[in-house]
């Protein structure tokens, strides 16, 4: 997986990882095609506390065990790929740390438990 790349899911569908535990897939050449976003938990409780918040949001989803996604539980979600971009920018910065004189550097952490559950 290489977060940023885009690649063919197969009949028209293209994916995209914005980080290693948040896929966009799109249907670009359909008109009215909904983008759908997976987004990874290793732990059934992470993914069900974080369906708690998109229920109060009204969104569409389904908590599953991964068919898609790398970790053990994803939850499919219909639209809201802003949602999607903002999990993928928190997910990343917390592989990073700001080093004295503002330098970043990427840092191996404990950001892979839980790091999008709300």
Do not use: N
Request: with cysteine.
């Amino acid at each position: 997986m290489q977060v940023g790349r885009f690649f063919s899911l197969q009949q028209g569908r293209v994916g995209q990882y914005l980080a290693p535990r948040v896929l966009v897939v799109r249907s670009p050449f359909r008109a009215f095609a909904p983008t759908v976003c997976y987004l990874g938990f290793d732990h059934l409780k992470q993914a069900q506390t974080f369906a708690q918040t998109l229920v109060r949001m009204g969104a569409s989803f389904h908590i599953r065990r991964s068919r898609v996604m790398p970790q053990d539980y994803e939850i499919w979600l219909r639209g809201h790929s802003d949602l999607a971009r903002t999990l993928a920018y928190w997910e990343r910065q917390g592989e990073r740390r700001v080093m004295p004189g503002g330098r970043q550097t990427l840092v191996q952490s404990g950001v892979k438990e839980g790091a999008i559950a709300a």
